[in-house]
């Protein structure tokens, strides 16, 4: 199993659609790239993201980075949908080199590459959110989510 952090927007859409993606076996959504331990203290510098665990057989670096370019606007600098502010700004981050490099890879590739602003960074810090905010969207399908419903229902079964 390998694990990533994607970061998208507000948590509880990117949660939702990720769930669903075939070969992710496990999500939590957090704040990454922080520099406290706890969801009480105010705004440090974290991107809302969400963990991705997933089985490295099924789905590759290159296609999470697919799955992620679906849901956000690549070129918006703190802002998805209605959300606005650092911690609304899109990236992946990684305890692994090797998946910093296919995704920098990813978007290098990319004929549009140069005006694209997610990040690519190691990741430093993870601080799970509180469980109101875990599987929102399940337990609220109403509350607000920059990500278009039938986009959100891609990969639901």
Known sequence: MQEVFLAGGC???????CRHIPGVI?????RANGKSHSTTEPYDGYAESVRIQFDETLLTIHELMTELFDIIDPYSV??????????YRTGIYSQHSEHLTLARAFINSRTDSQRIVVEVLPLSNFVES??????????CPDDYCHIDEQLLNKHKR
């Open 130 to 139: 509180d469980l109101e905010h875990q599987d929102r969207l399940q337990r």
């Open 26 to 30: 496990h999500t939590r959504a957090g």
């Open 11 to 17: 948590v509880w859409g990117v949660q939702e659609y």
């Open 78 to 87: 703190n802002r998805q949908g209605d959300d606005t502010g650092k911690k």
